[in-house]
Every structure is written in C-alpha cells, then in structure tokens.
C-alpha cells in the first residue's frame, strides 16, 4: 500500500475445483512444480478482489502446466479474520494457501482479531492496484467533481460501500478522500461488505451513492454501462479508463491496494519453498502476464521474507493510520 498524504462464522465453504485436472506436468510452459492435492482460501464472498484473485492464480497455474486440481473454496467472515484463524488452525498443512492483501490487515485491527498474520506463513505478494470510485449507471452524479461537491454539502446522506471492513483498503481510500475533501472522517458514512460481489449489487440498486473497490473487480460492468467510473486513486490514470486521478479532482491524496498469498504456520522448509516456487512459476507465465494486463493489476512481486517484512510495516502503517483518522 501507499499511502501518499501526510497521514502516512465460519460458514459453509464454497467449493469449487478449477478447471480440469490437467492430464500431464509437461502440458504447460512451466517446470511442473507439482503439489497434489493443492487447496487455494478465498477469506470473503465469490467475486471480490481475492477471489477474482485467487480463481486467477488458480486456473493460471494450470493453464502453465505448473500444478493440477487446486481446489478454491471461499470461508467469508469478519473481514478476512475467520479466514485467517482458520488457516492458522491448519499448522503444518503445505497443501493449503491463502488469498488476501491491505483488507485483511486491516480487518485483523478493527475486528480485534486474536490471530493476526504474524501467525501465517508470508508466500508472496502478487499485484498492486488501484481503488476506483464508481456509481450506478442512473446516478445523479455524471462527475466527481458533482459527488464531491454534494458529499461535501452533506456528508452522512451519501453512504459510502465498500467491500472490506474497517481498515481495509476500501475503507482507507474513501476515508482518505473525505480527509483531503475537509470532511471529518466521523462525519462519513461508511457502509462495508464482504466483499466486492456484495458491494456491487447495493451500487447498482442506489443502496449507496457511491462504491470504492479494486479496478480489476468491476470493468465488465464499467464496459457494459452499468456502472459509470468517476476517478481512480493511484498516483496516474488507468490505461484504457476513462477517468482521472483524486488529484486531477483536486484532491492532495493518492491510493493503491495490494493483494498477495500466505499459508499455515509450522511449514516445513521444504513445504514452504515448494509454495514459493509454484508462485515464482506462475508470477513468470505468460499466463499471469496476460492475466494481469486483463484486469489492470500491477507487478508486486515479492516473496518469502522479504514478504514478510512487507506484512510487517503494513501492519503498523494500517495502525498508525488509523490512529491518526481517529478510527
């Protein structure tokens, strides 16, 4: 995450096998960095960004030749943190990983989680990417400078959907709109889901006036018109995307959200380096490249410790940051 501003139930699991298995290791253009028996967590609802993510990575994998018959099951709750106790539940397990990112760091502090990523194993960080705002398509708000403008007016009647919870980057990025807008963070109404795929029926049916969430979740829905794109958060515009930066809107902040996989705790290290190099594989297909082009995702890679690390500063950025919104 950067942070370019002076602030710097466990349910029933959605089980789905990714495609066919496929019938030889050498089938792809990988080396066949086999795990048999491979389970993929998606810690929110089908259709936010870690399970456009991980059902990505997923069928990728396969695709390369890299792996076969990983299954991706969703286990939604509490922002993340259901997902994250469960993992750290599965001590030892090689054969089981996690999609996530900046939400469930957040979600690990507002929910005041017992089990927190420290308790995890880091694998990599995939992509970074940017938040977008967006709005039905019969909103009365054409441009950001007229949602502004109204939200400004009157900031608790336009609630604000997103598809993390507390702390989680679709909570960070509007909050730090209304900062650089001089609305009081206490002011704002902030509505979260379980993520993207809930959040985008209430922006569609006008529940909220208008929605932040990852760009790659909803540009089906920007391409058909359903949903118009009123500004994206990062530092630059989005190739191919009609709509400017918070800074072109006058807006003295800028956002970006990152998403990566972690696993159990007490891996051995041959367990551990065999995951890393599955996603090492992958993160050089020309599958993932393709992928990633598609949905507007950018190149983050990073593994291992040195994602590690990562995890570490993002958790105390997250902290710091909600300190100083008085969240």
């Given amino acids: 995450m950067r942070l370019r501003t002076p602030l710097a139930l466990f ?3 959605l089980l789905v096998v990714v495609g066919p298995p496929l019938l ?28 456009i993510t991980a059902r990505t990575a997923a069928k990728n994998a ?30 030892g397990n090689g054969k089981l990983a996690m999609s996530m990112g900046l939400g469930v760091v957040g979600a690990v502090h507002t929910n005041k989680s017992p089990t927190s990523l420290a308790d995890t194993t880091p694998i990599a960080r995939l992509t970074e990417e940017q938040d977008i705002v967006v709005v039905a398509e019969d909103s009365p708000y054409e441009t950001i400078d007229q949602l502004l403008t109204a939200w400004k007016k009157d900031p608790g009647k336009i609630p604000v959907g997103g598809g993390s919870s507390p702390g989680g980057p679709d909570h960070l990025a509007p909050m730090l709109m209304a900062k650089a807008a001089g609305i009081a963070p206490e ?7 379980d993520g993207g795929g809930e959040l985008l029926a209430s922006i569609l049916g006008n529940k909220v006036g208008f929605g932040v969430s990852g760009v ?27 709509a400017p930066t918070l800074r072109e809107a006058g807006l ?3 956002f970006t ?21 599955l996603v090492s594989e992958l993160h050089d297909s020309k599958q993932w490249r ?19 690390d990562f995890l570490d500063a993002q958790d105390r950025r997250v902290a710091t940051v909600l300190k100083e919104l008085g969240l």
């Fill in 11 to 13: 349910g029933a699991a």
């Fill in 24 to 51: 030889s290791t050498g089938s792809g253009s990988g080396t066949g960095t086999q795990i048999p028996g491979l389970r993929f967590m998606v810690p929110n609802t089908p259709g936010g960004g870690y399970d």
């Fill in 62 to 91: 396969e695709d390369a030749g890299l792996t076969h018959g990983i299954e991706v099951f969703n286990l939604p709750g509490a922002g993340g943190t259901v997902g994250v106790t469960r993992l750290a539940a599965e001590h």
């Fill in 187 to 193: 002011q704002v109404n902030y509505i979260p889901f």
């Fill in 216 to 242: 790659g979740e909803y540009l089906d829905q920007i391409e058909a018109g359903e949903l118009r794109l009123l500004a994206v958060t990062g530092p630059k515009r989005v190739p191919g995307l009609d």
């Fill in 252 to 254: 003295d902040t800028d």
């Fill in 257 to 277: 959200n990152w998403r990566g996989i972690v696993a159990p705790p007490g891996l051995s290290d041959t367990e551990r380096d065999k995951l890393i190099g």
């Fill in 290 to 308: 393709d992928s990633m082009k598609k949905n507007g995702w950018d190149d983050a890679f990073l593994a291992g410790d040195d994602f590690g």
